[in-house]
């Protein structure tokens, strides 16, 4: 049991660490508390497609602290979780929508977008450019971005063409009134969800594809080699 063990550690020995800990999981329970994100965001990154891996957060509940809850933080959460509890959301307010919406069921739907928006965003990082830039990291992954390999302008349009949507949606902008876009009535939004989970998942499949390759698995045992 570690607890914030990368306290003190520049971002070279934190990285270290991370991948250090996770291949001593191997022989043995590992557990570890942080509430560096930094660190955090090494530790998933380097047990990545480890089937063993839990994440927890530890919040307040009853108006106490220490109740533990299964996952990350939504910040912290991969694109396909966020994706999945925003149609899980937007299901449920399927349900009670109004035929004609009413002030609350804009709200919802503004939310939802704003929620979108973000998530396609973690998406472009996560998935298409495969990690290759990640928050409060300074490293760029030259090893990385062969994912990018067979992208598309028609993925590119999709993505971004929804990200533009999102943004004319959402409530973080003043927009002029006669720039101002009608608010999609729940049934836009899933269909606005399956489309950008079609294209991710086909980024997705690339990126897999890019890790299982020869080339670049070779990158990674002469990097590991150079620790």
């Not at 694109?79 to 509890?85: T, V």
């Not at 990082?125 to 990690?131: P, S």
């Not at 606005?192 to 980024?203: E, F, H, K, S």
Request: net charge negative; charged share 25%; aromatic share 6%.
């Amino acid at each position: 049991v570690l607890d914030d063990p990368s306290t003190s550690l520049d971002h070279i020995h934190r990285q270290a660490m991370a991948e250090h800990l996770t291949r001593l999981s191997a022989a043995r329970p590992v557990v570890i508390l942080t509430h560096d994100a930094v660190f955090l965001s090494e530790l998933q990154r380097a047990s990545a497609g480890l089937a063993a891996v839990e994440f927890q957060t530890i919040e307040w509940g009853g108006n106490a602290p220490g109740h533990a809850r299964a996952g990350l933080a939504w910040e912290n959460e991969t694109f396909f979780k966020q994706l999945n509890a925003i149609e899980d959301d937007a299901k449920e307010t399927a349900k009670t929508a109004n035929t004609y919406p009413n002030a609350d069921d804009n709200k919802k739907s503004r939310d939802a977008y704003h929620q979108l928006r973000g998530a396609i965003e973690r998406g472009v990082r996560e998935i298409v450019l495969n990690g290759t830039v990640q928050p409060f990291n300074d490293e760029v992954r030259m090893d990385r971005f062969g994912a990018i390999a067979g992208f598309t302008i028609q993925d590119w349009e999709t993505i971004t063409g929804l990200h533009d949507k999102c943004s004319g949606v959402i409530a973080a902008h003043d927009t002029p009134g006669q720039r101002q876009q009608a608010l999609p009535a729940p049934a836009e939004l899933l269909e606005d969800i399956v489309r950008i989970r079609q294209v991710m998942a086909i980024c997705a499949e690339r990126k897999k594809a890019f890790a299982n390759s020869d080339a670049a698995k070779a990158r990674e045992a002469r990097r590991q080699a150079g620790r």
